[in-house]
């Protein structure tokens, strides 16, 4: 199946800081998708992204499909950002993959 | 709309004893997941179902079986609790077009002790 792998696996930011989250995945894909799960574990599907770009407010995503990675943007962070963010992965006919995830804390 | 709900929240077992978990979705999805969170490994998937009555196996599915009667229920067994299933458990589901398009519960933290 495809491996998915996200960089940095811990990032600290101060408050109003951007940040940029990295997801490789190692054979081409028709979904992508970006998760954050808060402090209190909820997961909330931020993106499905198989290719191009997609802005919600402070994020952004682009995937680059041909070159098999994908970026999660923050702009100004917040504290509220803080958590895990997942990326998630499949082609095919297979189910999604996720990767381990980048751990953000954003300090005041 | 409560979209996908799972219960218990939390749940504590003695090695041996079984126990089901039960998530519900509201949505209409055809597609229902389960997954276990352990840390540092991401999300695994256990097992899903792409319509009542259906079920198959994921990734990990030794220890652990499904059901899928009701289309908006998909329950999860364990029959003879490990501490390997020791985890967090998150239900999620989504619709048959965009099948890929995740929407998770709010998981079960599952102790065995």
């Known amino acids: 199946g495809i491996q998915v792998e996200q960089s940095p696996p811990d990032l600290i930011l101060q408050e109003g800081a951007n940040s940029t989250l990295r997801c490789n995945f190692s054979?081409?894909?028709?979904?992508l998708q970006w998760f954050h799960q808060n402090p209190w574990g909820q997961l909330i599907n931020l993106f499905y992204?198989?290719?191009g770009t997609k802005q919600n407010g402070r994020l952004s995503a682009t995937t680059v499909a041909t070159e098999r990675y994908s970026l999660l943007y923050i702009s100004s962070s917040q504290t509220t950002d803080s958590g895990v963010y997942f990326c998630?992965?499949?082609?095919?006919?297979?189910?999604?993959?996720f990767g381990t995830g980048t751990k953000l804390q954003v300090i005041p | 709309n409560a979209g996908v709900t799972q219960t218990p929240k939390f749940r504590v077992l003695k090695t041996g004893q079984s126990m089901t978990l039960l998530c519900a979705q509201d949505?209409?999805?055809?597609?229902m997941y389960w997954y276990r969170q352990d840390p540092g490994m991401g999300l695994r998937l256990i097992h899903y179902?792409?319509?009542?009555?259906?079920?198959a196996k994921g990734e990990v599915p030794d220890g652990y079986n499904v059901s899928r009667l009701k289309k908006q229920n998909f329950l999860l067994g364990l029959e003879s609790a490990a501490p390997s299933q020791t985890s967090v458990y998150f239900c999620?589901?989504?619709?048959?077009?965009?099948?890929?398009?995740?929407?998770f519960g709010s998981g079960t933290q599952l102790s065995v002790l």
């Open positions: 998630a992965a499949s082609g095919g006919y297979q189910k999604v993959t």
């Open positions: 179902s792409v319509g009542e009555g259906t079920t």
């Open positions: 949505m209409n999805h055809e597609y």
């Open positions: 054979d081409s894909v028709n979904n």
């Open positions: 992204i198989p290719s």
């Open positions: 999620a589901s989504s619709y048959e077009r965009d099948r890929e398009k995740l929407f």
